[in-house]
């Protein structure tokens, strides 16, 4: 199955050469496409490493204004004289206006080590027995990660019925049980179950595929 990719050729933004510092907050990547929503990083933080702090995951680094403050590794490997760059991924509309996420990439320019730092939502199914089965009933995925309206739709009124008919279904053992009599009740519960557990599912493999293709796209940046 090939990957919905589609790279764009170079767009770069328009700098006013005089300021060294609007050169580099402004410093982009190609535009990319993944499912169907166009992207772009932008350099926003590059500085030197003078000192790594591994035991608290923070650096002591030197800006290229020479300030010198400590932040968060994020994970990374860093040494003293290690080049460290902050991207945003911007996430552009039809119209042309953006979402900014801050801080989605960290690389390391030296050693080419990089760590994706998007915020991620979590989708989950509403029912007391499904935390027996965290790994079908729970998804997480990248708030960046373009999904369809029709799914958020899909997957509350799916969960909403079952919801409803759970709590219903306690009715038809007041005044003695009859399956024939609630049989509906118990169809219409089980298939919303099924249905939300797909919905789950299916969310996990575009996430899945989101991610891998993301990290193919930044492979492929010369940074």
Known sequence: MSSPITKHCNEEVNIDPLSRRETKA????PKFELFGAT???VETFS??????????????????TEDEIQIPAFGIA?????????????????DGSFSVFKDALIVNATT????????????????FLTVLFPNTSMAFYYRAMPVPNFFSTIFILLCCIAVVS??????????????????YM???YFASRLGSFTCIKWIKRRSRMF?????????SIKF
């Not at 030197?48 to 030197?62: E, H, M, N, Y």
């Not at 709590?167 to 049989?183: A, Q, T």
């Open 211 to 219: 991610d891998n293709s993301l990290r193919r796209i930044i492979k």
């Open 39 to 41: 992207y772009m990083f």
């Open 78 to 94: 860093f040494r003293k004289s290690h080049k460290m760059c902050k991207y945003e991924l911007r996430q552009y509309r039809v």
């Open 166 to 183: 759970f709590f219903v279904l306690p009715w038809g053992f007041k005044s003695g049980y009859v399956f024939d009599e609630h049989k």
């Open 47 to 64: 500085a030197t490493v003078i000192s790594p702090l591994p035991i608290t995951d923070q650096v002591w680094v030197k800006t290229d």
């Open 26 to 29: 402004e410093m982009t990547t």
């Open 112 to 127: 080419g080590e990089y760590e994706v730092n998007l915020d991620r939502k979590t989708v989950i199914i509403p029912a």
């Open 186 to 188: 118990w169809l219409t």
